[in-house]
């Protein structure tokens, strides 16, 4: 179920563009926002508001991977392993990040609080290496940056 | 050197604050161009420039301006391309986020000059906070009446949307930018029909860069001469070069177009991390052919670099010591394109995928002799044969990898091991 906020602002997305349709990308931020991923239920539920097809929410959001499919960890975090980032360390920040949460890329720890994926370049080369966790970025990362941000974000459940 | 243009302001403290940025001048060049000139005059002034697009391509801006069809009944739209993806470069990010009205200051300047009445911000869907930061700068610009009706006086109405991407590289392009804001899957459309005849729901659409777009409000507040007489003849203006990989001072360097690679490298990027020597860079974001250490002695502007069978680009610089394995290098790029293909043309979602396979094959010390040959080949094939220009931006560093460092390709197929110390891990 969407947030009555959600619904809000998915209900503010009509008539904003010259089609319908135009609004299915910006729904899907919407309840992506919301839900922190997108099921088909929620999708539905958008398309039915703004007012386009359930197939084509649908098809249009999986072409996209900026949006997870299924539910993720509260923190997601996202290594950039692009060729500039690699170059100053990426491999052995996954490493080390695998390590120290105990999951392999693309898992979430059994407590749900993290998520580790790998992700292509996020348009911060120059101050490699780098991550990206839910909206924020985090650069030129260390293992004891590393370590810091995890302390916190494990106290702050 | 001259001046800095586009970063002049960029450490200013509160720049993104619309009242910092017209104390530092700003909104003065659209005022300017509302009150002094007409949307045809414009359109003259940046094609006397030959400010050429910074997204990647170089097409000079003034000439797509240009060729906007006259006196249809159908709107015109704009589209800033601010979903900058190209490995290696980082540059828009920065303007936007530190200066965004100047960006929305040459949008405004921009709708003007073509007629438009709705333009659209598209922003990289990771770019949370700087679409955070357009977003309160266009809220600030509509309340000082800069966007909306009758803008100061002049008649002249326009709306700015921020459009935010989903995690796509090939959104950057334009044909598939226009799908995603259509609310499609964002798949590349054959070109011709061109975007400024049929573009945006069918109509006529102008895309631009955002350093391109950038720009513009100098220009009107310093004349097409005074632009025309910096960096080359043919490549004017400044350029912000990107600068990452193995180098001492990464980032943002605004410099005149046509500055040395050499220089960018030694003086400005303080060379090489540890003092190594230098192995290789991609002068021009990831697609662009890559350059070996003693090809560095070349300007960076858009024909020299042609001249020397590479590219500007999106001039996102990388650099590479001797510590790098190519092959390892490579495999990183080209899982990005296999990745990133839209699936539309054959040549390009199937060719990319065997790429990648057969570079892992090399890694994996399961590589044979003929595969050299083969890797080029597929690259060969795919080059010139796909529907957009994401397949040979995936068959040009392969080819170039190869035909420059063809010996540690070999290498790792004949039983050898892979070159560099860097660990390289590769998924
Ligand atoms: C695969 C691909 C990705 C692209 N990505 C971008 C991008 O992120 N930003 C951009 O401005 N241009 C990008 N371009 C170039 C655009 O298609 C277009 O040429 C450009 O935005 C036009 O603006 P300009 O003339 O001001 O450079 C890309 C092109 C291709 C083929
Ligand atoms: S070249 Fe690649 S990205 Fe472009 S249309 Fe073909 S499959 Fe899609
Ligand atoms: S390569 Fe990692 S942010 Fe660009």
Aim: proline share 5%.
């Amino acid at each position: 179920m969407l947030s009555d906020s959600a619904k809000e602002k998915l209900a503010e997305l009509k008539g904003k563009y010259p089609t319908k349709e135009a609004s299915i990308l910006p729904a899907l931020h919407v309840v992506f926002e919301d839900c922190g991923y997108l099921s088909v239920d929620q999708m539905d539920e958008a398309a039915d508001i703004i007012g386009v097809s359930r197939l084509d929410i649908n098809e249009t959001a999986t072409f996209y991977t900026l949006f997870p499919k299924e539910k993720v960890g509260k923190y997601l975090i996202q290594v950039c392993d692009n060729l500039s980032c690699s170059l100053m360390g990426a491999d052995s920040l996954v490493e080390y990040l695998q390590e120290k949460l105990d999951i392999k890329v693309g898992e979430t720890t059994p407590d749900g609080l993290f998520t580790l994926w790998t992700v292509e370049c996020l348009g911060s080369c120059g101050t490699a290496p780098m991550m990206q966790v839910n909206d924020r970025y985090y650069e030129r990362l260390t293992r004891a940056k590393v370590d810091e941000l995890i302390e916190k974000w494990r106290n702050t459940k | 050197m001259a001046e800095k243009i586009l970063f002049k302001y960029i450490d200013y403290p509160d720049q993104h604050k619309i009242d910092v940025y017209m104390k530092n001048g700003g909104y003065t060049a659209l005022s300017k161009a509302l009150k002094e000139f007409k949307p045809e005059e414009l359109v003259e002034m940046v094609k006397k420039t030959n400010l050429r697009g910074r997204g990647g391509a170089g097409f000079p801006a003034g000439v797509k301006w240009s060729f906007l069809p006259k006196g249809i009944n159908k709107p015109t739209y704009l589209i800033i391309n601010a979903d900058e993806s190209e490995p290696g470069t980082f540059k828009d990010r920065q303007l936007m986020e530190y200066d965004p009205h100047q960006m929305i200051e040459g949008t405004i300047i921009t709708s003007y000059a073509i007629n438009c009445h709705t333009a659209f911000v598209y922003i990289r869907g990771e770019f949370t906070y700087c679409a955070e930061q357009t977003e309160k700068a266009i809220n600030e610009a509509r309340e000082k009446g800069f966007i909306g009706k009758n803008i100061l006086g002049s008649g002249f109405d326009l709306d700015i949307h921020i459009f935010r991407g989903g995690g796509a590289y090939i959104c950057g392009e334009e044909t598939s930018l226009m799908e995603s804001i259509e609310g499609w899957r964002a798949m590349s459309r054959q070109k011709p029909p061109f975007p400024a005849v049929e573009g945006l729901w069918g109509c006529p659409t102008i895309i631009n860069n955002v350093e391109t777009i950038s720009n513009i409000p100098h220009i009107v507040n310093n004349g097409a001469d005074w632009f025309a007489s910096i960096g080359t003849e043919k490549s004017t203006g400044t350029k912000i070069y990107c600068l990452s990989g193995h180098i001492n001072r990464p980032g943002n360097y605004e410099l005149e177009m046509g500055v040395t690679l050499r220089e960018l490298i030694y003086e400005y990027g303080g060379g090489i991390i540890d003092d190594k020597p230098l192995k290789a860079v991609i002068p021009g974001g990831s697609s662009v052919p890559i350059l070996k250490a003693d090809e560095i002695d070349i300007n960076m502007d858009f024909e020299s670099l042609a001249e020397k069978g590479s590219m500007l680009g999106s001039a996102g610089v990388i650099v590479m010591h001797d510590g790098a394995c190519m092959v390892a290098a490579l495999q990183k790029l080209t899982k990005f394109y296999e990745h990133e293909s839209c699936g539309k043309c054959s040549p390009c979602r199937e060719g990319t995928n065997w790429m990648d396979k057969i570079l892992k094959r090399m890694l994996n010390g399961e590589g044979k002799p003929e595969d050299v040959d083969l890797l080029f080949d597929v690259a060969k094939n795919i080059m010139g044969n796909t529907v957009c220009p994401l397949g040979d931006a995936a068959a040009m560093p392969v080819m170039s990898f190869i035909e420059k460092f063809r010996d540690e390709f070999e290498n790792l197929c004949n039983g050898g091991k892979p070159k560099g110390t860097i660990k390289f891990p590769f998924r």
